[in-house]
């Protein structure tokens, strides 16, 4: 069946880095691109930013410019998300989801119809 | 502070009919489709609603969406137990070179 199996929890100090992997099975890994979202305790979702394991091509959302990196391994299907220089603020758990889309009249719809579990990262002093 | 609002909270008893709002502006909702997700407690979200009205396979048609200019909403018919979930809207915004925004969410108690 089609999943996305993330890595597991870290804990890190603030200023460090962190990188999520993202491993997706039951689909063509390049047909389809990748979400992450992230949720604070407490709090809704926010969307990171979105890469194409076809082509590459990356968004990022506003916030995360300059903090974010997000690539792919085609060749395990894994998608990463490094954020750097992390505060309190960015712990969370963090989602991949997969960008699913349908085709009406030549025009496609987007939404993320399969998640992963979920990482959570604390970030502590 | 979300650019898509929701109400923070909603509540119904079984068997009754709720609807939760999800309001948004011309750069968003007024200009793109409208996805809904319902994340139980502990879980992961999971996709409940796309394209406004759209239900994927294997959601109930108890659930049903909908949109109007820069609004949309969710409905839940026949309340049940396994309902009582938080709710999130979401929308692309053309705004920043594009984005996803989520509205707040709305936690839904089934009394």
């Known amino acids: 069946q089609v999943q996305l199996l993330q890595s597991g929890a870290e804990v890190k100090k603030p200023g460090a880095s962190v990188k999520v992997s993202c491993k997706a099975s039951g689909y063509t890994f390049t047909t389809y691109g990748i979400n992450w979202v992230r949720q604070a305790p407490g709090q809704g979702l926010e969307w990171v930013g979105w890469?194409?394991?076809?082509?590459?091509?990356?968004n990022y959302g506003q916030k995360f410019k300059g903090r974010v990196t997000m690539t792919i391994d085609t060749s395990t299907s894994t998608a990463y998300m490094e954020l750097r220089s992390l505060g309190s603020d960015d712990t969370a758990v963090y989602y991949c989801?997969?960008?699913?889309?349908?085709?009406?009249?030549?025009?496609?719809?987007?939404?993320?119809?399969?998640w992963g579990k979920g990482t959570t990262v604390t970030v502590s002093s | 502070q979300s650019i898509v609002t929701q109400p923070p909270s909603a509540s119904g008893t079984p068997g009754q009919k709720v609807t939760i709002s999800c309001s948004g502006s011309d750069s968003n909702i007024g200009g793109h489709t409208v996805n809904w997700y319902q994340q139980l407690p502990g879980t992961a979200p999971k996709l409940l609603i796309f394209?406004?009205?759209q239900r994927p396979s294997g959601v109930p048609d108890r659930f049903s969406g909908s949109k109007s200019g820069t609004s949309a909403s969710l409905a839940i018919s026949g309340l049940q137990s396994e309902d009582e979930a938080d709710y999130y809207c979401?929308?692309?915004?053309?705004?920043?070179?594009?984005?996803?925004?989520f509205g707040g969410g709305t936690k839904l108690t089934v009394l």
């Open positions: 989801a997969r960008e699913g889309y349908v085709d009406y009249d030549s025009f496609y719809y987007y939404f993320m119809d399969v």
């Open positions: 979401a929308s692309w915004d053309a705004t920043l070179n594009g984005q996803w925004v």
């Open positions: 394209k406004n009205n």
């Open positions: 890469i194409s394991p076809y082509n590459g091509n990356k």
